[in-house]
């Protein structure tokens, strides 16, 4: 069964601070990986699609980075601001669509 | 702003009843997904279609259907409810379908009572 499991569950960091979310997949075959950001209410937004042989790929401050070999990927943001305070989701492509794991929750204070 | 259009943003209704809830795709784009969110299970993939056909089936239920007209709005019915079915429900789209950018809509929030 395709799995994607995200940590931490929740993070809470100062503004201006750098944090690293982590994500580890289980999904065959595997096609793509993802990350998004949701905030509340709201739909999920793009940041950043990694197919099985990209290592690593940014968008602005957000930088994914992506190991094949032991199914891992993180998401690391740099200088946060108080706009990034949201849900990060994770979600692992495969031949069934998308696998997505329950999101880290990450608060940024002032 | 994604593109995608959903209606309505709020639905309250009983058990045992049946609503459909609408999705309209960013211009250009014929693929259109089905996302069932809660908060203990996260996105869940529902059913893909491509220009109106139905392309992959995820964990949707019998009771529910959908489907994906000529103008490629797309349809979610959802019947004989319950209250377990109380979520967002999110549709997305893509251009192709394949390896590429999802576009998500803002939700439709499903309440059972």
């Known amino acids: 069964k395709n799995q994607v499991e995200q940590s931490p569950q929740s993070l809470i960091i100062l503004e201006g601070k750098n944090c690293t979310l982590q994500?580890?997949?289980?999904?065959?075959?595997?096609?793509?990986l993802r990350w998004y950001k949701q905030d509340t209410g709201r739909g999920p937004v793009s940041l950043t699609i990694?197919?099985?042989?990209?290592n690593t790929k940014s968008n602005g401050r957000y930088t994914a980075t992506l190991d094949a070999d032991t199914k891992q990927s993180s998401l690391h943001i740099t200088a946060s601001q108080l706009s990034d305070s949201a849900s990060y989701i994770c979600?692992?492509?495969?031949?069934?669509?998308?696998?997505f794991g329950k999101g880290t929750h990450l608060i940024i204070q002032p | 702003d994604s593109g995608v259009t959903q209606t309505p943003k709020h639905l309250i209704t009983a058990t045992g009843q049946r609503v459909t809830l609408r999705c309209s795709p960013r211009?250009?784009?014929?693929?259109v997904y089905w996302y069932q969110q809660s908060l203990d299970q996260g996105l869940q993939f529902l059913i893909q279609?491509?220009?109106?056909?139905?392309?992959a089936k995820g964990n949707i239920l019998e009771r529910f259907s959908a489907q994906q007209f000529p103008d490629l709005h797309s349809e979610l019915n959802l019947s004989s409810l319950e209250l377990g079915d109380s979520a967002l429900y999110f549709c997305?789209?893509?251009?192709?379908?394949?390896?590429?950018?999802?576009?998500f809509g803002s939700g439709t929030q499903l309440s059972v009572l």
């Open positions: 994500c580890n997949y289980t999904v065959s075959p595997f096609s793509n």
């Open positions: 979600s692992g492509g495969g031949a069934d669509g998308l696998t």
């Open positions: 211009s250009g784009d014929l693929s």
């Open positions: 990694m197919t099985f042989s990209e």
């Open positions: 997305a789209s893509s251009l192709t379908g394949g390896n590429e950018k999802l576009f």
């Open positions: 279609y491509y220009n109106g056909e139905e392309r």
